[in-house]
């Protein structure tokens, strides 16, 4: 809305700016008064000079009344009122602003609603408010004519005055904005600091939930409701932060974290240990075409099935029988234990989840694919609606197609390396790498899969089908066939030596060509060059516990010289002697000479309790209980004998010592070395995330005790933050060994452990896996550490799994808590193939020492013990267990086992 204003018998240069002169027509001067009703309806304020003055007049005559149009919108004034209502973001702005001239009219509380006052602005002027250049209140100058507002006159000095009164106004607001906001910051720290209590007592409860409610669905369940959305909405808003009282120093301060992703541990999992004496035949199952092509395409269609390979899928279909389900009754229960794949063949099945139907399954659909992983409770039920029939596989056949077709793939891979000359002589742990990265490729007749004259860096053995040699006759164009290569053949070798072109030309012949490939990047990092090998022994270099603390650093450049190496290891080796000497009296403890004092952790099996020596009060040890009855229904017997094993020859300043072990007819127990400093998890978890010191210091810890297990041949399979503990001065240790394996060198395990946010794809396809497997779940450690959250997450362990069979590319990096140099580190450790990955290659973890991530670090200092670890737990005597979480009394009293698998115990 416009206001017409009429003026006469002025000239632009007749009154200073600043003055005042109107006349009004009854017209306008209803027009003003609507106006005035409608803007202080709105109370819209006037968000920039330019509004005011687009379509203001610059033509005026002394002879003829002329009409200037003004918006009738409250300018300035009204909008420093209107402002207080704003975020403080636009006060604090507003403060900086030069207010113009007082124009128009102001609706405030405090002020009277003033009639509308309009300059004529001198051509100048105009622009000026064009521009949005503020005429500044020192350059006023007045005429001392009144200013008519609602039939009262004002003088200017009184509306300037008015002004600052409304800026003190404005400041008051702000500083009572800024003491809300500090109240509300206050209260938040107090209800976050409430949240991490009711969070430590949470995961001490569904630490007991756990040995009862299984998480490991199988079948869709229902959409969620908009009650249950929101809910879960709500609980993703909330935040943690850091509480002021922390004891631990030198962490990062907390960054905005669902304290659903770090409230619950972790839970590991273990199929039955399965081994190549375990393999045996394969029973196949006649069935017709359609039978076939409807299990090929359950399987295709299957989230986690579709990654399988295409030999694997057909032995799952030769293998698969039939079995006949009558109408009504149940195929699958929920809470029993799972062991089989099924498809379906005919009918139409009812699924239950607490006696509740969610949803219904016809013919060619395939469901409990994660019994065939490891033995998991059922967590809905199965029923047939109609008479029905299903194709099913049990989790034995299909851990030994698993098997059985990798040891094949691997068995004639190895073959036709071995027929390379320049090749046999490798060791078999260096064959078995080339065999793994050794990648099929099929080529169709005819078509060139050499170029003469290209570059190299490809070899070649011809698996199946022949190839045709051909070069070009010198001083022509023409091509003449030098010879045929057919199976078992290869070519290309010089790639492997040297990159230089190709001499000739290589092209499949009729029926096309099998090729196994292997390019010279991968031989270079698995192998290294060629050449060196001719006058070089292939032997495993011999290994021991001192000799990796040694030998750890003899090639890590610019870190340490060839005098630093020796001191090293003669302090390491001082190290391991003295821990010796010192545990000597400790396997002599009787577990009745032992006394409890509290309770450490709860798990699955059992619980971990800090015990003193009655004999020696000032030596604590962690005493682990676990229920014999429980190992044995989870058939994990063979995992805890290995533990005690493998723990009881292990001396390494970064692994938790095991003492002795003790058994009676209820429970195993192992004595364990006492680490008061607490769980890593729990100081995660308080904090939200690490910075990259803390987790290079971390990490470092871990890379020594890999060193040392992976040198003795012993896979770990089981990294992550809750299996790692905090000593006296803060440096890590790697506890629970209860999925460690000795493989040996060059050879792989086949049996389905881990964790599932931390296991490696080939562990969850069944591959079979090596220490590579531990590369990858050191970088899924660096991921947690500096964000709060491992990588790969879902609501079951199905759901995880496939997400880590899509791989790390998938995963989003956040750049401002994970640095450049970390991301390179991760996406090498995570690489998708296990030969890929940083740390495989022939220098070993040596690769990893160096890479970017850890340039500067104090790697002598670390095993020196005189490097200050960036966490300081405080630890007031050797019965201090603040630094863990409190957990009741465990008086659970389970039936007696006495099977006698025991015996070592």
């Not at 819209?44 to 203001?56: H, L, M, R, W, Y």
């Not at 070069?471 to 010879?483: A, K, L, N, W």
């Not at 994970?818 to 973890?845: D, F, K, M, V």
């Amino acid at each position: 809305m416009t206001l017409g204003v009429t003026t006469s018998n002025l000239s632009e240069s007749s009154l200073p700016l600043g003055s005042f002169s109107t006349q009004y027509t009854t017209s306008d001067q209803q027009s003003v008064e609507n106006s005035l009703k409608l803007s202080r309806q709105h109370e819209k304020p006037v968000e920039n000079f330019s509004d005011f003055s687009a379509n203001s007049s610059t033509n005026h005559s002394h002879n003829q009344p002329q009409t200037q149009e003004f918006s009738a919108l409250p300018f300035m004034t009204q909008s420093i009122i209107s402002t207080t209502m704003k975020p403080l973001q636009n006060v604090a702005a507003l403060q900086q602003t030069e207010v113009p001239h007082p124009v128009g009219y102001i609706h405030s509380p405090t002020v009277p609603a003033l009639s509308p006052v309009l300059p004529i602005p001198s051509r100048t002027a105009n622009n000026n408010l064009a521009s949005n250049s503020p005429v500044k209140t020192k350059q006023y100058e007045t005429t001392g004519l009144p200013i008519i507002l609602d039939g009262r006159s004002y003088e200017p000095e009184e509306l300037i005055s008015l002004i600052q009164r409304l800026r003190q106004d404005i400041r008051g607001y702000t500083d009572h904005i800024r003491w809300l906001e500090q109240e509300l910051s206050q209260t938040r720290i107090a209800l976050n600091a409430r949240d991490r209590d009711i969070d430590k007592l949470k995961s001490v409860l569904d630490q007991k939930l756990h040995n009862n409610v299984s998480l490991l669905p199988t079948y869709p369940v229902t959409p969620l409701s908009d009650t249950s959305r929101q809910l879960i909405m709500h609980n993703k808003l909330n935040v943690t932060r850091v509480s002021p009282t922390s004891r631990v120093a030198g962490l990062s301060e907390s960054v905005l974290q669902s304290p659903e992703k770090l409230r619950t541990k972790k839970q590991g999992v273990s199929g039955e240990s399965f081994t190549e004496q375990r393999l045996s035949g394969l029973v196949h199952h006649d069935k017709d075409i359609w039978s076939a092509d409807l299990i090929r395409d359950a399987i295709s269609n299957n989230t986690f099935l579709k990654h399988l390979e295409q030999s694997q899928i057909e032995e799952i279909v030769s293998c698969m029988y039939k079995k006949q389900i009558p109408q009504g009754c149940f195929i699958i229960r929920e809470g029993e234990p799972g062991d089989a794949l099924y498809v379906v063949s005919d009918g139409i099945l009812e699924v239950y989840k607490e006696s509740t139907l969610i949803g219904r399954m016809e013919v060619g659909r395939a469901f409990g694919e994660l019994a065939l992983l490891y033995n998991c409770k059922r967590t809905a039920s199965v029923r047939a609606l109609t008479n029905a029939s299903v194709w099913a596989l049990d989790r034995r056949v299909f851990q030994k197609i698993m098997m059985a077709t990798c040891l094949h793939k691997q068995e004639e891979n190895m073959k036709f390396l071995k027929s390379v000359p320049a090749l046999k002589d490798l060791s078999s742990e260096k064959m078995n790498k080339l065999a793994d990265v050794l990648e099929p490729v099929f080529y169709e007749a005819d078509e060139y899969i050499i170029r003469e004259g290209e570059l190299g860096e490809t070899f070649f053995i011809i698996k199946s089908g022949k190839v045709r040699v051909t070069h070009t006759v010198e001083g022509t164009d023409e091509t003449q066939e030098i010879r045929q290569l057919s199976d078992g053949d290869w070519f290309g070798e010089r790639a492997l030596y040297t990159c230089e072109k190709r001499s000739a030309n290589v092209i499949s012949a009729e029926g096309g060509v099998h090729l196994l490939l292997l390019d010279r990047s991968n031989f270079i990092y698995l192998i290294g060059d060629l050449n060196e090998f001719k006058s070089k022994t292939y032997d495993d270099v011999s290994r021991s516990p001192v000799g990796v603390i040694s030998t750890s650093y003899q090639q890590s450049k610019g870190y340490v010289n060839k005098e630093e190496t020796v001191s090293t290891s003669t302090t390491a080796q001082t190290i391991l002697e003295r821990q010796s000497k010192d545990s000597l009296s400790f396997t002599e403890i009787e577990k009745d000479d032992l006394e409890p004092i509290t309770v450490l952790g709860v798990g699955g099996f059992g619980c971990v309790e800090l015990v003193v020596w009655k004999k020696n009060r000032s030596k604590s040890f962690a005493l682990k209980r676990m229920k014999k009855q429980h190992i044995v229904h989870t058939r994990q017997q063979e995992h805890i004998c290995s533990e005690r094993k493998i723990m009881m020859e292990l001396r390494c300043p970064f692994i938790c010592r095991l003492y002795c072990t003790y058994k009676d007819n209820k429970f195993v127990y192992m004595l364990l070395e006492a680490c008061l400093g607490g769980e890593l998890w729990t100081v995660l978890r308080n904090k939200g995330r690490f910075d990259d010191i803390v987790t290079r210091f971390v990490v470092a810890c871990v890379l020594e005790a890999f060193t040392y297990l992976h040198t003795q041949g012993i896979l770990y399979r089981d990294l992550k933050p809750e299996n790692l503990l905090l000593d006296h001065k803060g440096y890590v240790k790697l506890c629970d060994f209860g999925f460690a394996k000795r493989v040996g060198h060059g050879k792989k395990t086949w049996t389905f452990c881990g964790t599932p946010e931390y296991v490696a794809p080939e562990i969850i396809l069944n591959k079979g896996h090596d220490h590579s497997a531990d590369y990858w779940s050191l970088g899924i450690l660096i991921f947690e550490l500096l964000t709060g959250s491992p990588p790969f997450t879902g609501t079951d362990p199905m759901k995880i799994y496939n997400v880590v069979l899509r791989g790390i590319d998938c995963v989003e990096f956040h750049p401002h808590h994970i640095s450049r140099n970390a991301s390179a580190l991760i996406r090498r450790l995570c690489a998708q193939n296990p030969a890929e990955r940083l740390g495989y290659g022939r220098c070993g973890i040596i690769d990893i020492k160096q890479n970017k991530y850890f340039q500067g670090f104090d790697w002598i200092g670390l095993h020196r013990g005189t490097l200050t670890a960036p966490i300081q737990p405080v630890i007031l005597g050797p019965d201090d267990t603040t630094n863990f979480d409190k957990y009741p009394k465990q008086n659970e009293v389970p039936p007696d086992e006495t099977s006698g698998w025991d015996i070592d115990f």
